[in-house]
């Protein structure tokens, strides 16, 4: 029953972000609550200046695994959903055949010191290295998301377009793609017991749960637990199951032919309890040096990343500044995956080591359309925050520049103008150059940045008209909005 | 002259003379009473009512579109920008010409534009994509490379070949239904700018004396008809617009099957001298349509 439960929930759930991450329709409310369900995103968006109630996701979670254990694992997180569906592919090949394993509890303890370590000096795309949800935003948005298109496009006669692959990205999520099926064929959950962070914290809280999985003395030992265990962390020669370990799937109640394995308030003994109060004790302890660090430390110790590079990569509106963004951003690419012109694309190495794989604009590829602010409608992590569509408007994120040498109108004496036609505010105006020649300039004051001037310029191999980004966002002037006198009816046609 | 040329050549004329009387032409020269005007403007409030009426000054869309034709209705759906904001044509006006064709027997009406803010969004945004819909034509998206073919364009000065939407060239019957507009480049967008939405390298056209190409352009296939959208017009900040104060109303829209005469007409409107818009008056220099209101015959209607 449990387990029927489980996999209604986790199967609507896994459709769902691939839903929002396929961008089949355009909903970024949907995209930002179910992120905002992941434990690190709402974490972050939790400690981030601009609080917000929604954001209290983790502590959901974290009140869910002290009532009944790791049930984020199998019901929440969309990587765990996904190692499950590949379990259950293999296993439609091949009986399994599982064995209670070793604990990798020093290299799961490890990890979540690391990402700690992380999260204290906002080194938040490291973090999203190892993060459940980061992972699985990176596979979809980089190599399900393209293989999907061209599928659809070719098969289905839907008009999809691939957009200019990331082969950088679609190379790493492919490997590590390659990696969790290995993973997950030959030692089941493993990830989410070794390498997980959230899995890692989650085990130390599953210690002291109240409601846990115990084998009971109507055990035949007949090993089918033990089999289907996900987390191989039955041992039912010994009649233990490592609580901390299981992801609460209930495989092994729904395989139980006797009712000798069951999910139940416990009654902990003594030694038990003070253990319970011991983690408690040390949990408010860490919480209460997070607050202290957050209030001071991290002013004094957080690394700051040198921004004195002359041309800053362009973050998108709402990141407020580069130091914000790149200090919040977890690269789940869920905005490079909703963002309707892909002018938000994932960067490798360019924001520095540090800020590996986080999303920034490139104007090669496309522009930052005027009338739209789904990425910051639906990150996670704060790291691009809320601005509404009047806003946006009038963020201004980098400036235009004209460089002339590169000018078709003065190369080919020939009128081009394209820049002027799609700056959405007409920041680009045309001066008179020579002859009945007209070439661009720019109002400084009005421009914001949006890139569809450089985007569409035709010049070549060098753009005429370059945007340099703000390391942080001002805000524009409003364009000039005055009406144009209503002419007479009369006219000379 | 030999005699074998005088037979070459007259068997030529004949075939010639053949071809074109038996292609349409024969109708265009024998049958005049019913085509009595080159131009008609109607200005009126309810935009579907001025071209039911103005198409009757053509004898019905049915003179256009013959019973099992493949119908391409090519509107300008350019921008990311409601109806309001006049940046692209009146969806009203598609969605009634679309239910026109359809009427009159059309197998297939397309409706596409290869646009400049993603399709995904202008398609839904300028309301054309449900207006289309509803009437029962189709909508296509004409954002991948691969809907498009290389096209040789006949006495091309600029322009000598293009990558063109393959239905374009492959349609019975083209509509165009350009919305005027204010552009910095050209002056006026019409319909022959609009023409621009079926190619694919325009952004080549700029960089390479942007009026001649557009003007090369109209000798590879003129529309059939062209129902300019002066409805509302926007009259600065064109051709994408900032906000809707950059709109007026006019009220008008102009049908004829020239497609020079219709926008030298549509320039009128605006007070502006055909001649002295760039594309048009290198249209008509090239003898595809006609510039000089005086030599048509133009029917106004105030509904």
């Known amino acids: ?493 | 002259m030999h005699r074998r040329e005088f037979l070459e050549k007259s068997l030529k004329f004949l075939i010639t003379g053949a071809i074109a009387l038996k292609t349409g032409g024969y109708g265009k020269i024998f049958a005049l009473d019913n085509e009595k005007y080159d131009l008609v403007s109607v200005t009126g409030e309810n935009i579907k009512k001025m071209f039911e009426e103005g198409i009757k000054f053509f004898g019905g869309i049915e003179k256009f579109v013959k019973r099992g034709m493949t119908v391409v209705v090519k509107p300008n759906i350019g921008w990311n920008a409601p109806p309001e904001r006049a940046a692209n044509t009146n969806p009203e006006l598609v969605g009634e010409i679309v239910k026109s064709c359809l009427k009159a027997g059309a197998k297939k009406v397309f409706v596409f534009d290869h646009t400049c803010d993603p399709w995904q969004k202008t398609y839904t945004v300028s309301g054309i994509k449900d207006a289309v819909e509803k009437a029962g034509g189709k909508i296509l998206s004409a954002n991948m490379q691969k809907d498009y073919v290389t096209a040789k364009i006949p006495m091309a000065k600029s322009l000598k070949s293009a990558k063109v939407f393959k239905l374009f060239l492959d349609a019975d019957c083209v509509i165009n239904v350009p919305i005027l507009k204010d552009h910095r480049t050209t002056e006026l967008t019409i319909g022959l700018k609009n023409l621009m939405g079926v190619v694919w390298d325009r952004w080549w056209w700029h960089a390479n004396n942007l009026n001649q190409c557009i003007a090369d352009f109209l000798a590879l296939r003129k529309p059939d008809l062209t129902v300019i959208d002066a409805y509302r017009v926007l009259i600065q900040n064109g051709p994408r617009g900032i906000s809707e104060n950059d709109v007026i109303k006019k009220n008008t829209i102009i049908i004829s099957k020239d497609s020079v005469a219709a926008d030298a007409a549509a320039c009128k409107l605006l007070n502006k001298i055909p001649e002295q818009i760039k594309h048009i008056q290198l249209a008509y220099e090239k003898n595809l349509g006609e510039i000089n209101l005086k030599n048509l015959k133009i029917k106004r209607i105030v509904l």
């Not at chain 1, 695994?65 to 091949?94: E, H």
């Not at chain 1, 601005?387 to 235009?400: D, M, P, R, S, Y």
């Open chain 1, 1 to 493: 029953m449990l387990k029927k439960i489980r996999i209604v929930f986790s199967t609507i759930l896994i459709l769902l972000f691939i839903f929002v991450f396929l961008e089949i329709k355009e909903i970024p409310t949907l995209s930002h609550l179910l992120a905002i369900t992941q434990f690190i995103p709402s974490l972050l968006l939790f400690l981030s200046d601009n609080f917000s109630f929604l954001a209290t996701g983790f502590l959901i979670v974290l009140v869910l695994t002290v009532l009944f254990g790791r049930v984020y694992c199998s019901f929440l997180c969309p990587l765990g959903i996904l190692q499950d569906f590949i379990i259950f592919i293999k296993n439609k090949i091949k009986k399994p055949v599982r064995k209670y394993e070793f604990n990798f509890k020093y290299v799961r303890y490890f990890i979540l010191l690391l990402t700690f370590i992380f999260v204290v000096f906002k080194l938040n795309s490291l973090t999203g290295i190892f993060d459940p949800y980061a992972n699985f935003g990176r596979i979809s948005a980089n190599l399900i998301k393209p293989v999907f298109n061209f599928f659809a496009g070719k098969f289905l006669n839907i008009n999809t377009e691939i957009h200019h692959i990331n082969k950088i990205l679609l190379f790493y999520s492919l490997l590590f793609f390659v990696f969790l099926i290995l993973l997950t064929v030959f030692k089941n959950r493993l990830y989410c017991n070794t390498l997980c962070p959230v899995g890692a914290l989650l085990s130390i809280i599953s210690k002291i749960s109240f409601f846990k999985i115990q084998i009971n003395n109507n055990c035949i030992k007949c090993g089918l637990c033990e089999i289907n265990c996900k987390a191989n962390c039955i041992d039912v020669k010994e009649g233990i199951v490592d609580n901390e370990r299981c992801v609460r799937c209930f495989n092994c109640i729904d395989n139980c032919k006797k009712f000798a394995i069951n999910f139940s308030y416990i009654k902990i003994n003594e030694k038990e309890d003070e253990q319970r109060r011991n983690i408690i004790k040390s949990f408010l302890i860490l919480s209460l040096l997070a607050l202290f660090d957050f209030l001071k430390v991290n002013k004094i110790f957080a690394k700051e990343i040198e921004y004195k590079k002359k041309n800053p990569l362009i973050t998108p509106p709402g990141s407020k500044s580069l130091k914000n963004f790149n200090e919040k951003c977890i690269s789940c690419h869920l905005c490079v995956s909703s963002c309707p012109t892909r002018v938000l694309t994932p960067s490798v190495f360019e924001y520095g080591i540090l800020c590996i794989f986080q999303p920034k604009m490139d104007y090669s590829k496309s522009y930052c359309l005027y009338e739209c602010n789904i990425c910051s409608k639906v990150c996670p992590t704060g790291a691009i925050q809320p601005l509404t569509l009047n806003e946006k408007k009038t963020t201004q994120i980098g400036i235009a520049r004209y460089i002339m040498e590169n000018c078709v109108v003065v190369n080919k004496e020939t009128n081009c103008g394209v820049c002027n036609e799609y700056c959405p505010t007409k920041a680009v105006k045309l001066v008179p150059y020579k002859n009945d020649l007209f070439i661009p300039s720019v109002n400084k004051n009005i421009c914001i940045g949006c890139g569809a001037c450089e985007f569409v310029c035709p010049a070549s191999p060098y753009k005429a008209i370059v945007v340099e980004g703000n390391k942080n966002h001002l805000i524009a002037q409003l364009p000039g909005l005055q009406k144009r006198k209503r002419k007479g009816q009369k006219n000379d046609f």
